[in-house]
């Protein structure tokens, strides 16, 4: 960890502001393109974030797990992992520890088919990257770790929820 990252600094109320403005506009963007992205797949936005859930927790998760952490019912989890499975995205396996359990195990080389709707989401990070410097994007990375760290934290541990 480096000195800066053991700073804390005061923001002030305008700044917050500001943020929470820019990340707002930013996470509804990123949404509806990643909804047309979805429907281009063939699948819908719950069923995409679904997707992005399972890479996120690196490892098989339960119908129910991802109940939780989605805030679906169980039934409309069976329909997600029904549509995906149907689509090649993802299986269900056993688990090695307790037979009886099933997890949704994602697949994701089946998925790299459909790499080049991709494309211009990566050619436009590329362009906006290409206007700040390597110090100026350490920080950038840094923020964005940081705020995904938060999100995690509080996605993941849904007892408080």
Avoid: C
Avoid at 21 to 33: D, V
Avoid at 82 to 92: A, I, K, Q, S
Avoid at 96 to 103: P, S
Avoid at 119 to 145: D, N, Q, W, Y
């Amino acid at each position: 960890m480096s000195v800066a990252e053991d700073k804390s600094y005061p923001v002030s109320d305008d700044v917050l502001a500001r943020f929470a403005e820019l990340s707002r506009r930013t996470g509804t963007l990123t949404t509806l393109r990643r909804a047309r992205i979805a429907e281009r797949m063939g699948i819908s936005g719950t069923d995409s974030r679904t997707l992005d859930l399972l890479d996120e927790a690196g490892e098989p998760l339960t119908a129910g797990r991802i109940a939780e952490l989605t805030g679906l019912s169980t039934g409309a989890v069976t329909g997600v992992v029904d549509r995906l499975e149907r689509g090649g995205f993802v299986r269900r396996v056993r688990d090695r520890q307790d037979r009886r359990k099933v997890l949704v195990e994602s697949l994701p080389a089946e998925r790299e088919r459909f790499a080049p709707l991709f494309e211009s989401a990566v050619t436009g990070l590329a362009s906006t990257l290409e206007k700040f410097s390597p110090a100026e994007r350490e920080i950038i990375e840094r923020f964005h770790r940081e705020m995904i760290e938060g999100l995690r934290n509080e996605t993941w541990d849904t007892r408080g929820a």
